[in-house]
């Protein structure tokens, strides 16, 4: 069973920056495609970053030169740094593994 628990989430200032955590048990993470969605309220969830288990990663434009994504296998952790923070940013923030598990969310809120 795979178990996916992201932290970091709060409230920010715009401006501001947080780091999301995703920790993974029940998979071979290094092995693991692992992505970050948001779902902003009464919009779609969009995807916003992804990292291959080599360590290759891509960002969506809208949070481009703001936002990176990044892993650690001995943690079995995956990170989303999220720098110059607008209130469009404004989601839930879920973490998926494989294409297949998701998160339970976390949530950041832009606002001053």
């Known amino acids: 069973q795979v178990h996916l628990v992201e932290s970091g989430g709060g409230l920010v200032q715009p401006g501001g920056s947080l780091r999301l955590s995703c920790s993974a048990s029940g998979t071979i993470f290094s092995t693991a495609f692992m992505a970050w969605y948001r779902q902003a309220p009464g919009k779609q969830r969009e995807l916003v970053a992804a990292i291959t288990s080599g360590g290759s990663s891509t960002v969506a434009d809208s949070v481009k030169g703001r936002f990176a994504v990044s892993r650690d296998n001995a943690k079995n952790t995956v990170y989303l740094q999220m720098n110059s923070l607008k209130p469009e940013d404004t989601a839930v923030y879920y973490c998926?593994?494989?294409?297949?598990?998701w998160g339970q969310g976390t949530q950041v809120t832009v606002s001053s």
């Open positions: 998926k593994c494989r294409g297949l598990y």
